[in-house]
């Protein structure tokens, strides 16, 4: 009888102990380099909405695209003590030692298209940026049979956008006859006029039809604004980005638009995937040290194919929504839905 009574207690305690790891609530904080457009802003919706559906309580801190101003962010978010960080974007070397601090510190952090090599890290998350940049740049060379002036926009210190411009570097390499003849990369809170600024400058000094081939532009918002500025000047020079959100969708959709393609990963579900593996890592379960969301060239094609005030789905691509990674029983039970 004892046995039995002990059994019964037994049971009841590892119960209690399993509602209370389900119900126990953690503090999240996102550090973000801040909001670039439209795809940031899917970003962080995922992140929020996952966190929101795992019962946590999330915290954004954006630095509106200040690098400098991240890094004091970031140190900020280490002395709130929450129990994990989403750092997203940023210049690695900067960050670095903060992260470090943030480990020490027992706090879990996963790190999404930066580079932070911190022992301890949680997990990084990338888009395979290499192959965003590769695969736009390809079609651009293959579109205008690998020959011709091109312009590129690109800046110095962005992670991604340093990757990206590798992939182009390896289509330059193999179709020779293709001549960088201006470049130019604006970053700031009014990015799209400051394009459109630059590229109509570029404009001014290339007024022949055919100086301009096309115009390699790897992030939507470079590539919103070169497009503005070629059909506001009446030009006929086609865009290629990388990126993508339901705004961009329309602008490559619409029939004579100068943007012709990009190369995207679903940002939703990778800051979903983020709030996932935290909590995993808060629930000593073992996380993926890196990983990789495949880019997809989605052209004007593929753009008219979804309808209107609607968003990319897995009938369309089937590479979008959701991955099905992360997810565990116990985290299906806590969102619910097991």
Request: glycine share 8%; charged share 20%; proline share 4%.
């Amino acid at each position: 009888m004892r046995k039995i009574c002990f059994f019964v207690m037994l049971v009841i305690v590892l119960a209690m102990f399993t509602t209370i790891l389900y119900a126990q609530e953690y503090t999240i904080i996102q550090v973000s380099l801040g909001n670039y457009g439209d795809h940031w802003v899917q970003l962080q919706n995922g992140a929020q909405g996952m966190a929101a559906e795992l019962g946590c309580e999330y915290m954004l801190m954006s630095a509106e695209m200040d690098y400098d101003k991240e890094v004091t962010l970031l140190q900020n978010a280490v002395t709130m003590k929450p129990d994990a960080i989403f750092l997203d974007h940023g210049n690695g070397e900067a960050l670095t030692p903060i992260v470090e601090k943030a480990v020490k510190a027992g706090i879990k952090v996963v790190a999404f298209d930066t580079i932070v090599p911190v022992e301890g890290l949680v997990g990084t998350i990338n888009q395979d940026d290499y192959m965003l940049g590769y695969l736009s740049a390809k079609q651009m060379a293959m579109d205008i049979k690998g020959e011709g002036n091109i312009v590129v926009v690109s800046f110095e210190g962005a992670d991604p956008i340093m990757r990206r411009k590798k992939g182009l570097g390896l289509i330059l390499d193999y179709f020779p006859k293709l001549k960088v003849i201006a470049e130019f990369g604006p970053v700031a809170q009014n990015t799209i006029p400051l394009t459109m600024d630059n590229m109509s400058a570029v404009l001014t000094r290339y007024t022949k039809e055919g100086d301009i081939a096309a115009v390699w532009a790897p992030w939507d918002q470079w590539a919103i604004g070169c497009a503005k500025a070629i059909e506001a000047a009446g030009r006929n020079i086609p865009v290629y980005g990388c990126d993508v959100s339901p705004y961009d969708l329309q602008i490559i959709a619409t029939e004579g638009s100068a943007w012709k393609a990009t190369v995207a990963c679903d940002p939703q579900e990778i800051g979903r995937l983020a709030i996932r593996y935290l909590l995993l890592a808060l629930m000593g379960e073992n996380v993926p040290q890196y990983t990789m969301f495949p880019g997809v060239l989605i052209d004007q094609e593929k753009a008219r194919l979804i309808p209107e005030d609607s968003f990319i789905t897995k009938d369309i691509i089937a590479e979008w929504g959701e991955s099905g990674l992360g997810w565990t029983d116990e985290l299906k039970k806590r969102a619910g839905l097991k």
